[in-house]
């Protein structure tokens, strides 16, 4: 049976939990050095591998609370800090932390921030202090996450998307992205820019609004909005986000951003 069915069968129930307890470690540990991925694009298309995110759920099931220290500091939790950072050519600064069964590829730099397990990190991004990524989400590669930016865990259920930023994003300051919500190649999110499933991203550049949601078109630059809405105890303006240009193509992605953010004076 491999290792895949044995995790399937042992999430539904089917086999006893001890069974599959070295598949489901083998597995958060090839998460851990980049052989798997939770989900991962073939085809252009964003797929999902609901098995690995069992294997994971199972993992904390498996595992026993311990106590480690780095010096006076003591954590007490199931699963470890991540090992071999100067072997992986990782950059985190203190207290910044990536879990085991994170991968981050080599060039990624964290500082005081938070990568949780399942997550995959690509090279040339940057995890700027207090911002997060939780747990299985994808952040491609000359990523940007301005400080406190908040990228949403999703575990459950297994199949779901998780969250998903894509290669050479900016996102601005504060910013929350959540609910397997996807931002596209090059997108900008300027500062305080909340994007759930639920939230109408609005392309307003054009003779009529054009509404998406749970997807970030490639290269959108995006500012938080509001929208009005009846009531029936009057009408009050709730939350949206709002495309208001693209930026322009480049091979210099870096003048591309800085050319994107001064044009459409987007707050970072």
């Not at 997060?132 to 590669?141: E, F, L, M």
């Not at 693209?246 to 004076?265: G, H, N, P, V």
Request: with cysteine; net charge negative.
């Amino acid at each position: 049976m491999s290792a895949k069915e044995l995790i399937e069968r042992a999430y539904r129930g089917e086999v006893d939990l001890a069974a599959a307890k070295d598949a489901v470690e083998s597995t958060v540990a090839a998460l851990d050095r980049g052989e798997l991925r939770v989900a991962e694009k073939v085809g252009g298309e964003w797929v999902v591998h609901g098995w690995v995110k069992e294997a994971i759920l199972l993992y904390f099931r498996l595992t026993g609370l311990e106590t480690t220290h780095a010096g006076p500091v003591e954590w007490h939790d199931k699963i470890p800090p991540k090992r071999g950072l100067a072997e992986a050519g990782i950059r985190v600064v203190p207290p910044g932390v990536v879990r085991y069964g994170a991968f981050c590829e080599p060039g990624v730099v964290v500082m005081p921030g938070y990568v949780n397990i399942g997550a995959w990190v690509g090279t040339g991004t940057m995890v700027d202090t207090w911002a997060t990524v939780g747990s299985c989400a994808q952040i491609g590669r000359n990523v940007h996450l301005s400080g406190g930016v908040g990228i949403g865990g999703v575990l459950e259920p297994p199949g779901a998307r998780p969250v998903i930023v894509e290669d050479g994003a900016f996102i601005g300051s504060r910013s929350i992205v959540v609910e397997g919500v996807l931002i596209e190649e090059g997108a900008v999110l300027g500062a305080n820019t909340t994007i759930t499933a639920s939230t109408p991203i609005i392309d307003v550049t054009g003779p009529e609004p054009v509404e998406y949601r749970r997807r970030v078109p490639a290269r959108a630059v995006v500012i938080p909005g509001t929208r009005p809405k009846e009531f029936p105890a009057g009408t009050y303006d709730l939350q949206c986000a709002l495309i208001i240009g693209r930026r322009s193509a480049s091979t210099d992605e870096k003048t591309s951003l800085e050319d994107a953010l001064r044009t459409f004076e987007v707050p970072v």
